[in-house]
């Protein structure tokens, strides 16, 4: 018989196969081992990300008291609360950042911007399910009425 250890032979392929480096030898102190790094790298956020961020948040929030579409009913009223939703939205995506980065007073602000778009959503969705008080002669809708049918004359 041969003097080949067929085992560990075999682990060292499978190791290599892996893309691993050899195995160290025993003798070889573990500082001087290469480490391994993760597979998954976690990003780093910085605090000019964080501001960012908020400033992107912000200026959309700080946009919609402009907005120059009708929000009353229908399919811009969807828009409008869209809009709305991606501010609470955006501010939860710059609170992660500022929650990680530490930055107290970012985080502050990300918080509230979350709370001013729910508000904006609320303002919108509170009176048309009946629970804000509304001008009983123009009740707000989510559809717009249908325009009346044109009389064809002849």
Do not use: N
Request: one cysteine or more; hydrophobic letters at 45%.
């Amino acid at each position: 018989m041969s003097g080949i250890d067929w085992k560990a032979e075999l682990k060292k392929l499978e190791r290599e196969f892996d893309g691993l480096p050899p195995e160290p030898k025993p003798a070889v102190p573990r500082a001087t081992r290469p480490v391994q790094e993760p597979a998954v790298s976690v990003q780093e956020v910085t605090p000019l990300g964080v501001w960012a961020r908020l400033f992107l948040v912000v200026l959309l929030a700080g946009a919609l008291p402009f907005w120059p579409y009708a929000r009353e009913c229908g399919a811009l009223l969807y828009g409008y609360m869209g809009a709305g939703s991606m501010v609470a939205v955006g501010g939860l995506w710059a609170s992660v950042a500022s929650w990680r980065c530490r930055t107290g007073f970012a985080h502050t602000l990300a918080m509230a911007l979350i709370v001013l778009g729910l508000g904006l959503v609320a303002h919108q969705v509170l009176p048309r399910v009946g629970y804000a008080r509304t001008d009983p002669a123009d009740p707000q809708a989510w559809q717009c009425p249908a325009p009346p049918a044109a009389q064809e004359e002849w």
